[in-house]
């Protein structure tokens, strides 16, 4: 069985300010872990995803996500928020041991304030 | 190359009639999947194609919905007698086989009056 939790509803920042979006999760198996972006009308977008080798993740537009299993977590970071980066955040866990069904988190939208 | 596509982007229809609604996936990809996204909430698995075969349809709501995919490619979700509470966005994705990055597309968005 697998959950994924965002423990945040909406986060707010400043532009210029570093961004932390919260994720934890359960697995049963050694689990795949993505974040997906989605801008307003936008389709879903792909961030970053961790599949076993480093835990430290990079993904496009500055962002990054540390796998910490012992916290089971995968919280999403960025130095410094940009206007662009308003929009809803998904994180997505996946059981690479299981039925490859993902289970999506509930969203956390990002308000980033002039 | 060509993202994933889905038509119509747009849904209006009346209770109790049918819909279909299509997904084009990338070329080449093997698994290809249906999400249902309420307002405010994260996309609902609904069901899993690899090739043509629904490997995983667990999260099919009720025996209204159906979907095909006979030639491994294109994928249409078939609602029958639609409900006011189906109405929502309906995403598609693929994949280059299970398990891998799904690439989405930009959804249908489904209005039941």
């Known amino acids: 069985a697998q959950s994924v939790t965002q423990l945040d509803s909406h986060v707010s920042v400043s532009e210029g300010t570093p961004v932390l979006l919260r994720c934890n999760y359960s697995?049963?198996?050694?689990?795949?872990l993505f974040w997906y972006v989605q801008h307003p009308n936008k389709g879903l977008q792909l961030l970053l995803k961790y599949t076993s080798a480093a835990t430290l993740v990079k993904g496009i537009n500055g962002f990054e996500a540390e796998f910490k299993k012992s916290e089971t977590s995968f919280h999403l970071t960025k130095p410094s928020a940009h206007m662009s980066d308003a929009a809803e955040y998904f994180c997505v866990v996946s059981d690479r041991g299981g039925s490859y069904i993902p289970t999506f988190g509930r969203g956390t939208s990002l308000i980033v304030h002039p | 190359g060509a993202g994933v596509s889905q038509t119509p982007s747009n849904k209006v229809t009346e209770k109790g009639k049918y819909v279909e609604l299509r997904c084009d996936p990338i070329s080449g990809h093997t698994a290809l999947y249906w999400y249902r996204q309420s307002l405010g909430q994260g996309p609902e698995f609904l069901i899993y194609?690899?090739?043509?075969?629904?490997?995983?349809d667990s999260g099919l709501p009720n025996d209204r919905f159906f979907a095909v995919r006979p030639e491994g490619s294109v994928s249409t979700l078939k609602i029958q007698r639609t409900e006011r509470g189906d109405s929502a966005v309906y995403l598609c994705?693929?994949?280059?086989?299970?398990?891998?990055?799904?690439?989405f597309g930009p959804g249908t968005r489904l209005l039941v009056l």
């Open positions: 194609f690899q090739g043509t075969g629904a490997a995983d």
């Open positions: 994705a693929s994949s280059l086989s299970g398990g891998e990055t799904q690439y």
């Open positions: 697995s049963s198996y050694s689990p795949s």
